[in-house]
């Protein structure tokens, strides 16, 4: 019997997630099936509690509605707990459990695919939204030398570090407040990619053995890459292996195996230039 998951989003119909999910079905012959589901902004449980009833066997998450998934399950896993949100819900036993793969995709693509460890780094994150809520928890798992978040608000900067203050030693600055730090690694966690903006960084925080990563996927050289490029960072990513990476974990979540990524992260990779 074929089994059902999709992703829930609004707007979905840009979403990847069913054609790598497919991908990874086909590659170790699982029976699924897999859609994506736009559900309305005023109506994400009741289209989760449908699809549910329809015999489903869970579901991904996206915006905007990994706050509400997060609220809607019954049991919460470690990272879900951390991040107070979820991208990934497991349906069993008549219960939902949440779980969020973000941050895991994340480090997964950083340190398998890049092939560059984040122990005894330096890491600045640019962002204190959601994004950057779920990679801190991960990435203080690996034991960087430092783990510092940056924002334009440096409030909400505080705030995610003091959260995070029982796990391990975050810093915090507003975006005016960066100093003349180089940082190993920079990820930016805002959404300005998207729309073709980017936060505003002095290029001191780069050096030239610096990884700049930007979270956004499949646009290219955008404003943050080519900032971190003209101030001599050594590499630049998007986030298209932490979007296969994450998908590749609540896979193996979901069907107990884990599959191959770097085909997946291959097929949807686009030049940045």
């Known amino acids: ?77 470690l990272q879900a707990e951390s991040a107070g949100a979820a991208n990934c819900l497991k349906f069993e036993h008549g219960r939902i459990v949440a779980e969020n793969f973000d941050g895991a995709g994340l480090v997964n693509d950083i340190e398998r695919n890049l092939h560059y460890p984040v122990a005894d780094r330096t890491v600045l994150i640019v962002g204190a939204g959601g994004a950057a809520r779920g990679a801190v928890l991960p990435l203080l798992q690996r034991r960087p030398a430092r783990l510092a978040v940056a924002n334009r608000t440096a409030d909400k900067a505080r705030e995610l570090a003091t959260f995070f203050a029982r796990h391990g030693q975050v810093e915090a600055f507003g975006l005016d407040e960066l100093g003349a730090d180089a940082w190993d690694l920079v990820i ?75 085909p997946v992260i291959a097929a949807l990779s686009v030049p940045l230039d």
């Open 188 to 262: 930016n966690a805002t959404s300005a990619g998207l729309h073709g903006r980017g936060p505003r960084l002095p290029a001191s925080i780069f050096h030239d053995a610096s990884l700049a990563y930007e979270m956004v996927y499949g646009k290219g050289l955008t404003p943050f890459l080519r900032a971190a490029r003209l101030a001599g960072a050594h590499r630049l990513c998007d986030g298209v292996g932490m979007l296969v990476e994450q998908a590749a974990e609540a896979f193996a979540w979901w069907r107990g195996v884990r599959p191959l990524t770097g």
């Open 1 to 77: 019997m074929t089994d059902r998951y999709a992703v829930f989003g609004n707007p979905i119909a840009h979403s990847k997630s069913p054609q790598i999910h497919r991908a990874f079905a086909e590659q170790t012959g699982q029976d699924i099936a897999y859609d994506a589901i736009e559900a309305p902004k005023d109506g994400f449980a009741p289209a989760v509690r449908a699809f549910v009833a329809g015999g489903a066997r869970g579901a991904n998450v996206t915006v905007p509605f990994k706050l509400e998934a997060f609220a809607l399950a019954d049991e919460r896993r």
